[in-house]
């Protein structure tokens, strides 16, 4: 990991001073089994900054992700990815694009045979002429940011769900991913656990700047992120002085039968009219 | 179950064709690219071909030592007991050899194929390779189909010597025949096309092995259930395109080698 910035005040600052978008959605519609998944997607994730996708069970949150990634394809529009066109582009292509995103899943996805440290090595490994040594001391930093580093001989079954979910935290920023995907990295988990996570997001984003989408179907998650920045000096997230809230990089998208029905901050969120959306957040 | 029209239920099955042939030529053309997974292939390897030995061993023994038994009672009949050297040779180099050590690696190794790459896909885990920029059909499915393909060449070649030293066995202690008399007949029918079709087919039968395995499991469905169905469809699937494959092969071969 590099040297973040000094304070939490100076990342939220800097965070809106660059802003070419780093994924653009553009009128991406999906179908699945003949029934329509997505309709007429289209959203912007500027850089350094962090959005949060809800929606209802089954909204497509999750496959905006794997859109993103380029893991499945849409039936129409143009997704653009740390300025590449990802649409029609071969997977040899993609796999290099892959690099430079990290993506932690619902469910964690740890290789179950591979011990944690191949997990969060296993980017590094899979290059050519890395050897084991080598990707040590990158793999102490990655468990050490998610306060790991006591398990780094364990297999993934001998790790409980919040920890996976950790060891998965640090298989996806090893490399410094320009751009962060996370599915319900707290969906599963107790309260205490999921502020846990929420803190390594939240240090993610203000202390290394890292653009990042966030599925999750817990409100008050995004809420606490919106609120809150990582204070250095103390290594813990602190609630930030009402101020300075429309300063932090975060946005929040809401999907509704396979449409966006809201994509603005938290201010504008907490001043909607919309019926749906008041309901939903209350 | 869904019920589908014959339409849709042809098309379905043309896409699975479509499918496992892709992934196929996928798996050859990959072995001659880069990244080479040499630690994965040697890995595979161990895992197949160590792995698999006891039951190779045992089928083999076995199945010489019964075609012994069964061949030389009609032999005796004739008064040509002298010839079961001759009969449990091409028998277990030609045929048998291959085709039981293919059917017994299916078992064992197609099925595990498919539930391990089942249950990777069922957990997202294929998904996560694919995030992480690495390619699963260069890390996991190149390296199963070139070392089922190795491993099953040599296994093979075991399969028909413990064959063989089953039926000597048989014929020297029940039969009283000659142990010597029995190897050198043995090996003296043996030519070149013998040998050449025995060890021919366990090359296509390891790919069919190693390619079915895959195939089952990269395209399970339905979670763990799924994972369960595709074992079992790796193994049927793999088993009898072994005996179809080998039917054709032996035809094909003999008819170029022109057997009488």
């Known amino acids: 990991m590099s040297a973040p910035p000094s304070t939490a005040q100076q990342t939220l600052q800097s965070t809106h001073e660059v802003s070419p978008e780093v994924v653009v959605f553009d009128d991406v519609h999906l179908s699945f089994e003949g029934k329509p998944l997505l309709e007429g997607i289209s959203f912007r994730l500027p850089r350094g900054e962090t959005k949060a996708i809800f929606g209802v069970a089954g909204s497509g949150k999750s496959t905006i992700l794997k859109l993103a990634l380029g893991l499945i394809k849409p039936d129409s529009g143009r997704i653009t990815v740390l300025g590449e066109d990802i649409i029609g582009m071969p997977e040899e292509q993609l796999f290099d694009l892959r690099r430079k995103i990290g993506m932690v899943f619902q469910e964690s996805a740890l290789f179950d045979s591979l011990t944690v440290r191949e997990n969060v090595a296993f980017r590094l490994l899979e290059e050519d002429n890395v050897s084991e040594e080598e990707v040590e001391q990158p793999v102490r930093e990655a468990l050490s940011f998610v306060e790991l580093e006591n398990t780094v001989d364990m297999f993934p079954s001998e790790l409980s769900g919040g920890m996976r979910r950790r060891v998965a935290i640090a298989r996806a920023i090893i490399t410094r991913p320009e751009l962060l995907l996370y599915d319900s990295p707290t969906g599963g988990l107790d309260p205490v656990t999921s502020t846990t996570i929420i803190e390594l997001i939240v240090k993610q984003r203000d202390v290394y700047k890292t653009s990042s989408l966030l599925v999750t179907h817990r409100l008050q998650d995004a809420f606490v992120m919106a609120n809150h920045y990582f204070d250095r000096k103390t290594n813990r997230m602190q609630p930030l002085s009402p101020g300075t809230r429309s300063e932090v990089p975060m946005g929040f998208l809401i999907l509704r039968d396979g449409k966006i029905i809201f994509d603005g901050d938290v201010h504008e969120l907490a001043h909607t009219k919309d019926e749906y959306i008041r309901e939903y957040i209350s | ?260």
């Open chain 2, 1 to 260: 179950m869904e019920l589908l029209s014959p339409a849709e239920f042809a098309k379905d099955k043309l896409q699975a064709v479509q499918d496992y042939t892709l992934l196929a030529v996928q798996s050859v053309a990959n072995a001659f690219r880069r990244p080479r997974y040499l630690a994965d292939t040697v890995y595979q390897a161990d895992l197949i071909g160590f792995g698999s030995l006891p039951i190779v061993v045992l089928t083999g023994l076995s199945i010489g030592a019964e075609l012994a038994l069964n061949s030389a009672n009609t032999l005796q009949r004739f008064g040509s007991l002298s010839l079961i050297g001759q009969l449990v040779s091409v028998g277990m180099v030609r045929e048998l050899g291959p085709i039981i050590t293919g059917l017994m690696v299916a078992g064992r190794n197609a099925s595990g194929m498919a539930s391990e790459l089942g249950s990777m896909l069922v957990t997202e885990q294929i998904d996560a390779m694919r995030a992480l920029g690495t390619d699963p059909m260069k890390k996991l499915v190149t390296p199963r189909v070139v070392a089922t393909v190795f491993m099953l060449f040599f296994l093979t070649i075991i399969s028909d010597l413990l064959g063989l030293f089953g039926g000597a066995v048989i014929s020297t202690f029940l039969y009283q025949t000659d142990w010597h008399q029995y190897w050198s007949t043995a090996w003296q029918i043996l030519v070149f096309q013998d040998v050449f079709m025995g060890l021919m087919k366990p090359l296509l039968f390891g790919f069919i092995i190693a390619t079915i395995g895959c195939y089952y499991g990269l395209n399970a469905r339905g979670g763990t259930q799924g994972v369960g169905r595709a074992t079992t469809q790796a193994v049927v699937a793999s088993s009898v395109l072994i005996l179809v494959v080998d039917l054709l092969l032996t035809k094909l071969l003999m008819t170029i080698f022109a057997y009488q």
